[in-house]
């Protein structure tokens, strides 16, 4: 068996890299910073290589000491969560990561469903728009636009194709039949006018030189701007159909159009202790979408 590092020396170092501070690492292992500093250094010694760059108060990663963070803190949470497991703790938390607009127009007014059919299982939802601000390994489950990170696995949760929305009173002052006509009022975008320079080109339309877009850097907010009947976002089903279904948006769907960047995924652990209540969420959520 290959001799592994001392676990005090380990836990020590998985701290202090964590949180770039060895103050920081030392209150929450409730010992000095000297100890702190002199676990990191037995562990640099035991791997013949340096972890951490000391430049005054600031902490920062070697490249060695990346890699076996990236290690030892993935181990660490796993250990953490199957003694949670072994010990008998009545529910399963499962951990959530959802992009932000999909999470609060779509999955946050259905989740207290899936509570109430599965009482045994709790859920942390967190959100974020970049899946590059957030550590994966943190999180069961992610639902976004983004690819599937290492370790887990991947599926498209639907087909998702975008169309124009606005208020009922912008609606009625709209063509109908001429897609040109929403051209006449402000064009709100999430994608730096990209996505309404992609739908015009779909449309057939020529793209003015000078569109009246207005920038947003989530959905929601844009849909949430049209909402206010001055002009027109650009959403799909996840985000808008409970404000279409309650009369407070219009869509145009004859001017649907196909956004290569806008398919949302569901990505889970290839291996998990929790792989019976990530099954249990996974098929509750298919249910949900194969509904709408």
């Known amino acids: 068996m290959n001799k592994l590092p001392p676990l005090k020396a380990m836990r020590a170092f998985e701290a202090t890299a964590r949180h770039l501070s060895f103050s920081q690492a030392a209150d929450e292992l409730c010992v000095t910073q000297s100890a702190i500093s002199h676990q990191v250094r037995a562990l640099e010694e035991f791997l013949g290589k340096q972890l951490l760059v000391r430049s005054g108060k600031i902490v920062s990663l070697t490249h060695e000491g990346a890699m076996f963070q990236s290690v030892v803190g993935d181990c660490f949470k796993r250990m953490a969560s199957v003694t949670d497991h072994l010990v008998g703790k009545d529910r399963t938390t499962l951990k959530l990561m959802v992009q932000t607009s999909l999470a609060s127009e779509w999955l946050v007014p259905r989740l207290h469903a899936f509570v109430e059919a599965h009482p045994e299982i709790d859920t942390r939802l967190d959100t974020f728009v970049l899946v590059s601000t957030f550590d994966p390994t943190d999180y069961d489950i992610l639902i976004g636009a983004w690819t599937a990170p290492e370790g887990f696995v991947s599926q498209k949760m639907r087909d998702n194709r975008w169309y124009p929305v606005c208020a009922p009173a912008l609606y009625d002052q709209l063509d109908q039949d001429d897609p040109g006509s929403l051209l ?66 219009m869509s145009l769907k004859q001017f649907t159009y196909s956004l290569p960047w806008g398919q949302y995924y569901l990505h889970h652990r290839s291996s998990s202790h929790n792989a019976d209540e990530i099954g249990t969420f996974i098929r509750w959520l298919q249910q949900e979408v194969g509904q709408e």
């Open 184 to 249: 006449n009022f402000p064009l709100y975008s999430t994608e730096e006018g990209s996505d309404w320079t992609l739908w015009m080109q779909q449309q057939g339309l020529p793209v003015p030189l000078a569109p009246d877009i207005r920038h947003f850097n989530l959905a929601l907010l844009a849909i949430r701007a049209a909402l206010a009947g001055k002009g027109i976002a650009l959403a799909h089903d996840f985000v808008a159909e409970d404000l279409i279904q309650a009369g407070r948006l």
